[in-house]
Nanobody, 121 residues
Framework: DVQLVESGGGSVDTGGSLRLDCALTTSTYYSNGFCMGWFRQAPGKEREAVATTSTNFVLYADSVKGRFTVARGNSKNTMYLQMNSLTPEDTAMYYC???????????????WGQGTQVTVS
């Protein structure tokens, strides 16, 4: 069983910053090999990729390059997303995802958190 819990969402003014955290808990032996990623979904829009990271690489969606930073925490089962220079277009529910494969395609990931809301005004 794999569980993902996001935290750190909230409301911020345009140009502000927020940090999101994701914690993965699992009893499976291969948890350290998981790829973890961030996705977001705004009302009325499809879910889109934000960033993904494994132990040796990072991928970003073009819309967030240069503004967002994703990294695994001190524990390989944690991940954070530092979001800077936020705009109203970044308003969405942000989801943490995990799986064996790494990509910016949401179908790659079988495990998902419940999401945390980010609102930029």
């Amino acid at each position: 069983d794999v569980q993902l819990v996001e935290s750190g969402g909230g409301s911020v003014d345009t140009g502000g910053s927020l940090r999101l955290d994701c914690a993965l808990t699992t009893s499976t032996y291969y948890s350290n090999g998981f790829c973890m990623g961030w996705f977001r979904q705004a009302p009325g829009k499809e879910r889109e990729a934000v960033a993904t990271t494994s132990t040796n690489f990072v991928l970003y969606a073009d819309s967030v390059k240069g503004r967002f930073t994703v990294a695994r925490g001190n524990s390989k089962n944690t991940m954070y997303l530092q979001m800077n220079s936020l705009t109203p277009e970044d308003t969405a529910m942000y989801y943490c995802a995990a799986g064996v494969g790494c990509s910016l395609n949401s179908r790659t990931y079988p495990y998902w958190g419940q999401g945390t809301q980010v609102t930029v005004s």
